[in-house]
């Protein structure tokens, strides 16, 4: 069997910890309390693969469950752009709709026959009700497009200053 390179004897905190079945702040734990060691390289840090492996069996990991996996909480990315055309076209919707309830209210004011007031005072429910909906699906896509924007925001602070600069 071949000998390692330097490389090859030092694992990520995420191969560490898939390998010990714990968390990845745990395993940082063990690198600032000198039962692992650690080398840095930039901003990663990296974790010598002996040393884990022998903690492995010091903890006896192959008697501890496999972690569970949290679902990726980062949805779809939608362009800016998009969510922008979508909220003008619900509020142009929303407009449609204020101006048909307007509309349907004063019919039912101008004191129509009673079986046409019922199928008026339905469709003005109705109008209201598509309308509160369409003001739902507008507060969603202004959400969404303030997180897009903080998204942009942070990925922008994570780039170093001169990609900033001449990007």
Known sequence: MGTMTDHEQYM???EAA??????????????????????KIGKRVLFHRGDVQQLGVDLDVTRRPEPV??????????PASD???????????????SMTIGALQAQLESRLLPDTARQLEHDLIRAQAERDMLKDQIETLRADLEREREHRIAE??????WKRLFS
């Open 12 to 14: 990520t905190v995420e």
């Open 18 to 39: 898939a390998h010990l079945r714990i968390g990845t702040r745990q395993v940082h734990r063990y690198g600032e309390n000198k039962r692992v060691r650690t080398i």
């Open 69 to 78: 996996q949290r679902p990726q909480s980062r949805a779809e990315i939608v």
């Open 83 to 97: 969510l922008m055309e979508r909220l003008w076209e619900r509020e142009q919707q929303i407009n449609q709709m």
């Open 156 to 161: 922008t602070e994570r780039q170093p200053w």
